[in-house]
């Protein structure tokens, strides 16, 4: 007799294809109903992802474009700058030999190094493989992480994970962070004063892990990294270079929430990342 799926594996197979529908594969399953009628076969199910999953194949090795500094600070016409004179932020802050996340959190201690450390609950320090080859930079904590002490728990959360094994890895092979560590009063965005005070340790972060692609989720994160104001519709899509690494910035798992059509375009930005880690969507796989 045909084993039954759990309704826990069966709920999660749904969100999972919920999620390619959402990102635009229409063909994930030709017809889904049909699919869910089998339901309850785990052999059923087992062939049907074989035979109809038709997942786009990632692009092959795209290169990086290497802007220079001047490029990445330079503002288009009638935007002001972000930064205009003086030495990078990250300029004054070298690399520190044999530098660890556990010495970097040590470092930063029960901080009150800026006015965010008022209204925290929890610093939210990131979480994840500590050699991770990907890393996910995000704007600050919310409700949920301010309460966990975790990145990306919440309902953004929830997408970032299921963005992350649509890429076929776990939330434990990736390193995921913030640019700022305390949650910003009413999830308001963190101030220039506030992000100058903390990405420094985002900086030994990204140095101690050495990823080789950093992906940067929304503006704040882009703009911290690369030192512009340029807004993320202009940054997204494209490989850029931060301090000898592949950056990619996209849009946030929040403002997904609340655009989902927008996903096709950040799963043609996560693809290109799975491209240059030798990653591929295999057809058949599913949840
Ligand atoms: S946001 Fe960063 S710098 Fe500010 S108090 Fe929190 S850990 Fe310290």
Redesign the pocket.
Known sequence: MAERISEVLQKKLSDRLSFYEDLGISLFYKDRSAAWSHVGSSRSLQQHSHEETTLPKPARKPEPMKLPPSALRAAPKGEALLKVTGPSLFDAVNKISGDTLLKIRED?GE????K??KA?NK?VFGDGNPKAQLVFVGEGPGHDEDMQGLPFVGRAGKLLTQMIEAMGMQRKDVYICNV???RPPENRTPEKD?VS??SP?LLRQLDAISPKVIVCLGSVAAQTLLETNRGISHLRGEWLEFRGRKLLATYHPAYLLRNPSAKSEVWKDLQKVMAVLGREVKKGKSA
Not at 111 to 114: E, L, S, W, Y
């Open positions: 930063l901080c009150t190094r800026c965010l450390h925290r610093i700022v560590k305390c506030e005070t903390c340790f």
